[in-house]
């Protein structure tokens, strides 16, 4: 049997995500807000009916915040494009965390380079966690956007968003500055696993994909403050996301839709509602009970002598600290010979530098192995994940300084 330990890199679909997309695609498929004939009208209002359920989920009360992407990836270049391009000048400063996804980290070392900005990098204590002193030394008059991931996919620390937020606001306030730096937060590995509320939160921008959140492939979300969303140029263009176009010139759609150009995942954004409810029916406070019980006691497990002294476990010891991510390193052993002899005991980890090269480079490493869990893990899995590595990696181990 194979025993999935990968949720942080796709989660494992729910039956009720199959059937809802299976029956959208059988019986309900058409073209959204173009159609006039009843299965289409049908079709647009579920699709928006989605809209407002991610708005919902997020904490938020107006629907059109929320623009559907292909994943958080195509969020952040939204914002980096759309709403980077306008305002970043040569000379400004963009603050990001040493700790960030390439997703999060990219676009915005693209951006400073094209304008002559700086990207400026926010280091993490030696227990891994963001370090505000850094954070808040590093701000200044020049900062213009502050980018941080909510919940590391490779630490698995939780950052402290609305504490930034904060921090941020002071600071505006401070330089009696006319706004505060935009604040971007990369939710891809919060979202499935903790409450979401963008208001207590304190951030202006917003994005996951609904893969992780046991949803489809191929449907993300971007949430975004309606001022900042209206304000900013579209990022892509085409269809949908046009009012009205002549030989001379167009003009732009209301918010969402003005960045949804083109036709969108419908049957994407049907699984991923259903997703949305399938969590919802189950609750937070359950979901966020069983997989702390499941870090805490990996953690537990990480730390017996006969493992310790061979592995060494990434980020916070306390599992109050982490989202469902351990990534770890067996002495002498490679990642990816971990990886692959625990795939020979049908144990599903990922090995790699998990798309945060520069994170991994801080570490002193160029891989780690990581282990990750999802609503549907137990602690039978714990138990296979952990006669395996004991079977077939320890015995190929060097004992780990003490």
Excluded at 161 to 166: D, G, K, L, R
Aim: hydrophobic share 45%.
């Amino acid at each position: 049997p194979l025993t999935y330990l990968d949720t942080a890199a796709t989660a494992q679909k729910p039956d009720a995500v199959i059937r809802a997309m299976e029956h959208f695609l059988s019986h309900e498929n058409a073209p959204v807000h173009r159609a006039l004939y009843p299965i289409g009208e049908r079709a647009t209002a579920r699709f928006e009916g989605v809209r407002a359920q991610v708005s919902a989920f997020l904490g938020g009360k107006d629907p059109g915040e929320i623009v559907f992407t292909r994943n958080a990836t195509e969020g952040f270049n939204l914002v980096a494009q759309a709403w980077g391009r306008a305002h970043v000048r040569k000379g400004d400063e963009i603050l990001v965390s040493i700790m960030e996804h390439h997703a999060n980290f990219v676009p915005w070392l693209m951006l400073a380079k094209e304008k002559g900005a700086k990207l400026v990098v926010v280091n993490m204590t030696r227990d891994g966690l963001l370090d505000l002193r850094d954070l808040q030394g590093k701000l200044s008059s020049r900062t213009k956007a502050v980018a941080l991931v909510h919940a590391s996919n490779v630490l698995g620390i939780v950052n402290p968003i609305a504490e930034v937020a904060q921090l941020l606001e002071r600071h505006t306030l401070h330089l009696r500055a006319k706004e505060a730096p935009l604040f971007v937060v990369d939710a891809a590995q919060s979202a499935p696993h903790m409450p979401i509320d963008v208001k207590r939160l304190g951030c202006d921008i917003l994005s996951f994909s609904g893969h992780k959140l046991y949803g489809p492939t191929g449907v993300g979300v971007l949430w975004g403050r309606r001022e900042l969303l209206e304000a900013m140029p579209p990022f892509l263009t085409g269809g949908q996301m046009i009012r009205e176009v002549t030989l001379q010139h167009a003009i732009w759609n209301e918010v969402p839709q003005k960045f949804e150009a083109g036709s969108p995942d419908v049957a994407g954004v049907i699984g991923l509602g259903s997703a949305i409810n399938y969590l919802s029916r189950i609750g937070w406070r359950r979901i966020v009970a069983h997989e702390r019980k499941l870090m805490a006691e990996a953690l537990r497990r990480f730390t017996a002598p006969q493992i310790r002294r061979y592995v060494r476990v990434y980020g916070p010891k306390r599992a109050a600290q982490r989202s469902s991510v351990i990534a770890f390193m067996v002495a002498g052993v490679h990642p990816h010979d971990v990886a692959t002899l625990l795939a020979e005991e049908g144990i599903a980890i990922r090995a790699g530098h998990h798309c945060a090269m520069p994170l991994h480079q801080r570490l002193g490493v160029a891989a780690t192995a990581r282990m990750s869990f999802g609503l549907y893990n137990d602690e039978e899995d714990l138990e296979r994940f952990f006669a395996a590595l004991t079977k077939r990696v320890l015995p190929l181990a060097i004992q780990e300084t003490p």
